[in-house]
């Protein structure tokens, strides 16, 4: 119940394209959704978040698409950049909750 | 930066040593976190301080010990560790209870037990 699911592991994707990683979760209680960006030798840091009561957020070229009815909710990173190459980690946790759960993350390479 | 500072970068240390890790943040958040990163793992969740009271433990062996003297500051007391304790740690501070606002990350320690 406590689990968030990622796929894919690892993602290539050319310079220009676009970035599609995927997410679940089992919990219904979870109401907060966000997406962090980790680059090497760094902690991770937020990218985008989205609440359940929009079924679609976008900030730049990043947009959380969000599924309740699913329980799923994924991240498109288009007109993908090389600099945009680092792990994607998505995360669920609830209100007056405690505890991020984290997804296994997603090492993505752009290729210039 | 992020405002959560984490001392130090990399730490190497033998089996029998007592060594302790630093966080400090100035953001003014009253909860403060400490996660382990280890290689093809997610992000795991090790302990949660809210206003300098020890809120979760999860299920963490003893020779990991933490303290928050404030809520600024975090350590982890480290003692008798096992190779597969070498990972990323991670502290993260956020607002206060509602958990579900931005956690800010700091860059983390390398340790390498020996």
């Known amino acids: 119940q406590q689990q968030v699911k990622q796929s894919p592991q690892s993602l290539i994707v050319q310079k220009g394209g676009i970035s599609i990683i995927n997410c679940a979760y089992e919990n219904t209680a979870f109401d907060y959704f966000p997406w962090y960006q980790q680059f090497p030798g760094k902690g991770p840091a937020l990218l985008i978040a989205i609440r359940p009561d929009v079924s ?4 730049g070229r990043f947009t959380i698409s969000f599924n309740k009815s699913a329980k799923q909710f ?11 190459s680092a792990t994607y980690f998505c995360a669920a946790s609830r209100d007056y909750g405690q505890n991020f759960v984290f997804g296994p993350g997603t090492r993505l390479s752009v290729l210039p | 930066e992020t405002g959560v500072t984490q001392t130090p970068r990399h730490l190497v240390m033998g089996m029998t040593n007592k060594k302790s890790l630093k966080c400090e943040q100035h953001l003014g958040h009253n909860a403060m976190y400490w996660y382990k990163q280890s290689a093809k793992k997610p992000l795991e969740l090790m302990f949660v301080y809210n ?9 963490v062996p003893s020779r990991f010990s933490p303290e928050c003297p404030n809520s600024s500051h ?12 070498s990972a990323l740690y991670l502290c ?3 607002q206060g209870y509602r ?4 956690a800010f990350f700091g860059q983390g320690t390398r340790l390498t037990v020996v």
């Open chain 2, 74 to 85: 975090l350590f982890l007391h480290l003692h008798t560790l096992q190779p597969e304790d």
């Open chain 2, 99 to 102: 958990m579900n606002t931005e």
């Open chain 2, 51 to 59: 206003f300098k009271e020890q809120t979760e433990n999860n299920s």
């Open chain 1, 74 to 84: 994924s991240l498109h990173i288009m007109d993908s950049q090389p600099g945009d």
């Open chain 1, 56 to 59: 679609e957020k976008k900030e």
């Open chain 2, 92 to 94: 993260a501070s956020s």
